[in-house]
Every structure is written in structure tokens, then in C-alpha cells.
């Protein structure tokens, strides 16, 4: 049994390879699950099932959806992979989502930033805090004289290196992130309640009121404990700051950044080498400081001539024929899909078509008010449908991820249970 462990790592990397090398991975999602996946698999260590996350791979590569029309913060796309299927056959369906592309920062809300670096001792290895100090001087440039911008360092304690304010001396800020020196442990709690508060002196109720936590490390000095740490965080998005988390490096409690950022309504990237972290503070910062739409969430209802076969990815509320799926805050510039398997109950074509109905509901930020949307997606049940069952090129590229993604994921679940 355990001859087939290395053989199983050289699959896994194969597959991620495969996935991940489809397309560059766009902004305005995480990519957290795809990159830290393959950083194990580069170095030869077989991911742990939750480390393979479905639907992030899915939803790594910018997608073939057309962007919302005029007044709409969200578009909605819903499309089957072939119009029709055989009786007792399967048809993929796929449900997209868009939102608009930012071509002017003159556009994004009032930023309030709080970026919350670690400066441990093993910020110093690989150059990563050179890379952040440059990474830090190139966001800097690209923030608008009204954006509030104050950053927090932490090692063992935690400290304000640049109170909330204004961006009005680009020099001096950029002067006081030269100053960043490794140091000691990692407080990571301390820095975190640090950048908190300092958000929260500049609190606007219209803006973007962000906390970027950025480590390499294990807390482990000051709070410690990730359930505590997770529940300070949490009084703090309660309050109206969001938090988007950075992991780098594979030393990293993953879970707990991931659950930070899912409670602050932002996301969780993981960076396995330091040079990314110069794509994430500057290409991402766009996707990361324009929310478009909060509380998104898709029902899905079909009638009994289908079955749900599978859902990749995801967690959904299912009560008889109706599902439903909440999703992750959307940004500037995103696209996503979901990817759904129904099966034909119908041994011949005496129910000649069937609808899937999908409605999408979000609260638009500008707008300041809930809006719904739906569509119906029509399939017809033939005795001889077309010979190719996905003559959608792209819902067939993203159901062939899916099925790779899904492989994985599996793989890591076979290795964890078994040896």
C-alpha cells in the first residue's frame, strides 16, 4: 500500500499542473487553494483534503461570461452544456456570475486601509520583508490623495508604524516602510487588533474600511489560541471592518487565515514564493478595495424529470428539489461559475423538456438596496440527442477542471484515510 504514496504525489502535481496551467489566474477572487496546492505538490508533499478547495479551482482562470449590462452590480449567466440529453442521461449545467471591470480608480469608494505586516525573524528569510517594503512603496503610489492608509508591524509585539491619515506625504510614508526590520516571534493577534482599531478611528460608513493582514508565521506570543483569535476578529466585522488575509510560505495555521477572511467578507490568498507578493498588494489591490455586492446567494429549483447527480464544490441547503448556496462577497473584475450534474429520470421522452430555475440575490453596495434576479435554463429530453454531451467549449473546459479539481481532492482524502 504504501509504495503507491510517491506515485501518488507525482499524480497529484501532474493534475495540478494541468489545472492551474489552463489559464492565468485573474483577480478579484481567492486563489489561495490552487497556488498552495501546487506549492505542496512542487515539493513533493501529497495536500490535505482541505486543502483543495472545488470550487477555487474552478474559478482560478477568468471565465468566457459576458460583464453585467448597464445598472446591474452583478451579471447572471445560466447555461447547459448541450441543450438536450437522452433519457437516464446527463446533462452539466453551468451558473455564471460576473461583475463590471474597473477601468478608472477614480471610481472606487473612500478607502480606509489598514495594512498589518509581520515582521518576525522569518519575514527575513527569502527576502519576503524586502519584497513587502517594495510591494507596500508601489501600493502607496497608486492610492488617491483622500484614500486613509496606516500600517501596523508586529513581531513579538505589536506597534503603529504610520497612525491612520491621509495619503499627503508620500515620501515620509514611504520613508517610515523602509524603516521595517525583522525582528522576533510572531503576536499575531496583537497585530491584528492593532490594525482594528486604527481602521476603526477612521471608520466611513460609504467607504471601504479594510484590514490587509499579511503573515509567514504560527502565532505564538500574546492570544495564541486561533478560536480567540477568530472571535476578537470577529467583534471587529461586527463593527464594519472587513479583513482580507496573506499567507506565505507553508509555515502558516491556513485555516485560521481562511476563517478570518471568510468572517471579514474578503478572501484568503496564499503566496508560495516572495516575489508574488508584489502581484497580490498591487495587480489585486483593485479587486480587493471594490466590493460591488454583499450577501450573494443562488437558489436553485428543478422539477422531478431531473436529479442533482453531483454539485462540485461549494456547500449548499438542499430541502427536496430547492438548493441553496451562499457565496463569498464579489468584487470589481470577477467572474465565477458553479457547476451542477443532473441526471434524467425519464426512461423515455414522454417529458420532453424540463427547466432548471435559477434566482441570484445580492445586495448592491452603491445602490444601497437588495436586488434579485433569475433565469429559467430549458433542456430538452430526445431519444437521440447530439452525439457530443458538452458542446459548450467553455462549459466543457470548466466541467473537465471540475472533474480534475474533484480528482484531487479525492486522491488527498484516499492518502489521508489510508495510510
Not at 451542477?340 to 445580492?362: C, H, I
Not at 466541467?399 to 488527498?412: K, N, P, R, S, T
Request: net charge negative; proline share 4%; aromatic share 6%.
Amino acid at each position: 500500500m504504501f509504495s503507491n504514496f510517491p506515485r501518488m504525489r507525482f499524480v497529484s502535481s501532474c493534475l495540478v499542473m494541468m489545472v492551474v496551467g489552463l489559464c492565468f489566474a485573474q483577480e478579484g477572487v481567492s486563489t489561495a487553494s490552487a497556488a498552495r496546492t501546487r506549492s505542496l505538490s512542487n515539493a513533493g508533499v501529497l495536500p490535505k483534503p482541505q486543502d483543495v478547495v472545488v470550487e477555487d479551482f474552478i474559478n482560478y482562470h477568468r471565465h468566457e461570461i459576458g460583464r453585467p449590462k448597464a445598472g446591474e452590480a452583478v451579471g447572471l449567466d445560466v447555461r447547459w452544456g448541450n441543450d438536450s440529453i437522452r433519457p437516464r442521461g446527463e446533462g452539466i449545467l453551468q451558473i455564471g456570475m460576473s461583475t463590471a471591470l474597473l477601468h478608472d480608480r477614480s471610481q472606487i469608494r473612500p478607502l480606509n486601509l489598514s495594512v498589518v505586516i509581520d515582521k518576525s525573524g522569518s519575514m527575513a528569510d527569502d527576502d519576503k520583508l524586502v519584497h513587502v517594503k517594495q510591494a507596500l512603496s508601489t501600493m502607496v503610489d497608486g492610492l488617491r490623495p483622500s484614500d486613509v492608509l496606516s500600517i501596523i508591524v508586529f513581531d513579538s509585539e505589536a506597534e503603529v508604524l504610520l497612525p491612520a491619515q491621509p495619503i499627503s506625504d508620500r515620501s515620509a510614508i514611504k520613508s517610515a516602510i523602509q524603516s521595517i526590520e525583522p525582528g522576533s516571534a510572531t503576536n499575531l493577534c496583537g497585530g491584528l487588533v492593532l490594525g482594528y482599531k486604527e481602521a476603526l478611528r477612521h471608520y466611513q460608513k460609504d467607504a471601504t474600511n479594510r484590514v490587509i493582514l499579511l503573515t509567514d508565521g504560527i502565532a505564538n506570543r500574546g492570544v495564541t489560541d486561533p478560536t480567540q483569535i477568530a472571535k476578537a476578529s470577529e467583534g471587529y466585522n461586527d463593527r464594519g471592518i472587513d479583513l482580507t488575509t496573506i499567507g506565505v510560505g507553508q509555515d502558516l495555521n491556513k485555516d485560521l487565515l481562511q476563517t478570518l477572511a471568510k468572517s471579514g467578507h474578503g478572501l484568503f490568498h496564499f503566496i508560495a514564493d516572495s516575489q508574488d507578493i508584489q502581484k497580490v498588494f498591487v495587480k489585486e489591490l483593485q479587486s480587493q478595495i471594490s466590493p460591488v455586492a454583499e450577501e450573494p446567494r443562488i437558489v436553485i429549483e428543478y422539477g422531478p424529470a431531473l436529479t442533482l447527480e453531483k454539485l462540485y464544490g461549494y456547500r449548499a441547503l438542499a430541502i427536496n428539489r430547492r438548493m441553496t448556496i451562499r457565496l463569498d462577497n464579489m468584487n470589481n473584475g470577477m467572474t465565477q461559475v458553479i457547476l451542477l450534474k443532473f441526471k434524467s429520470q425519464s426512461d423515455d421522452v414522454d417529458v420532453p423538456q424540463t427547466v432548471v430555475r435559477v434566482k441570484l440575490s445580492y445586495y448592491d453596495i452603491d445602490r444601497k438596496q437588495t436586488v434579485e434576479t433569475s433565469q429559467e435554463a430549458p433542456i430538452e429530453i430526445a431519444a437521440h440527442p447530439r452525439k457530443n454531451p458538452i458542446e459548450d467549449a467553455s462549459v466543457g473546459k470548466n466541467y473537465v477542471i471540475a472533474c480534475l479539481a474533484q480528482g484531487i481532492h479525492d486522491m488527498a482524502a484516499e492518502a489521508e484515510n489510508n495510510y
